[in-house]
């Protein structure tokens, strides 16, 4: 059985990821306390935006610990089975998320 598609689209998923962290660099910098050039309430939404930024930063970086997890896997020569059980996780499954680390039962 040849995992090669889900390989090539864990590789993709990385690279988009890479590539938004980067792009979105600059929305979680520190927002700057001048209050003379930006009014309170301007300051309070760049705040929460930052806030936002940030969470949806943190969840880019768990999503990249996983695909780099199945990655790992895949050279290992241990893609598509489980990691607690270590049974072969249904094709369908893989291919929803292919960088599901458990089967159906364990994930549970």
């Known amino acids: 059985m040849s995992f090669e598609p889900f390989k090539k689209r864990l590789q993709d998923e990385r690279a988009e990821i890479l590539k938004a962290v980067h792009d979105t660099s600059d929305n979680r910098k520190p927002v700057e306390l001048d209050q003379q050039s930006v009014g309170r309430l301007s300051r309070m939404d760049a705040i929460q935006g930052q806030a936002m930024a940030k969470a949806q930063e943190g ?11 199945a990655l790992k896997r895949y050279e290992a020569g241990d893609y598509g089975y489980c990691t607690e059980c270590d049974e072969l996780i249904p094709l369908g499954r893989l291919d929803v998320d292919p960088a599901v680390p458990r089967c159906v039962g364990c994930a549970n």
């Open 59 to 69: 969840r880019r970086q768990q999503r990249l610990m996983l695909i780099e997890a």
